[in-house]
């Protein structure tokens, strides 16, 4: 996923999409002046698949497959509201908007929704890489499980002096416990206890 900055704002426009004519004029006056460029959906070409931020008119949202593309690409998504309601609330969240802005628009509104959904964009990319990591320790756990049950019986020693001889191995070799517990397990003549 894409992390995006205020620089970004002069490489890559933004998009406008499925907005209604007025609303799509009102934004026009306010990105003009705070010197942002946009592209609406049917200006943009196949090619184009970077953009700073996605707005889009939530009364009239369409486009749901725009939407999914730009949300698997990281693109933060940024829902136009007239009404401040729990259940349209719901609806904007459920369709992936990242931030919530809300009318009468302003040129202070728009900057301040862009940093939040960036930020927020950028926080959820952190959270995502989390997950992953510690979801790849996780799946790991029966591999140092197994290898301290086999050192246990072939080694014949406890499970804390096995647990002991991988924690020195992988700070003596440099590696992560699970990556020595995959050298053992595909080389266990090497790993002979010393």
Not at 77 to 99: C, D, K, N, P, V
Not at 134 to 140: C, H
Not at 157 to 181: F, G, H, K, P
């Amino acid at each position: 996923m894409n992390q995006l900055t205020t620089s970004d704002f002069t490489v890559h426009p933004l998009l406008m999409v499925d907005c209604e004519p007025n609303l799509l004029t009102s934004l026009e006056k306010s990105l003009s002046r705070m010197g942002l460029r946009w592209k609406t959906e049917s200006q943009i070409s196949e090619s184009e698949q970077t953009f700073s931020a996605l707005f889009i008119d939530s009364q009239n949202f369409k486009s749901e497959s725009l939407i999914h593309k730009h949300q698997q690409l990281g693109t933060p998504i940024i829902a136009i509201t007239a009404h401040e309601g729990l259940t349209e609330i719901q609806r904007i969240i459920s369709f992936g908007a990242t931030a919530l802005l809300h009318k009468p628009i302003t040129q202070r509104a728009i900057y301040s929704t862009l940093m939040m959904a960036i930020g927020l964009n950028k926080k959820f990319d952190e959270n995502l890489e989390l997950i992953n990591r510690l979801n790849r320790k996780y799946q790991l756990v029966p591999l140092l499980c197994t290898t301290l049950s086999w050192m246990m019986v072939n080694w014949n020693i406890d499970q804390d002096e096995a647990y002991r001889w991988l924690r020195t191995e992988a700070m003596r070799t440099n590696q992560s416990i699970e990556s020595v517990c995959l050298k053992l397990k595909s080389q266990p003549q090497q790993g002979l206890k010393k």
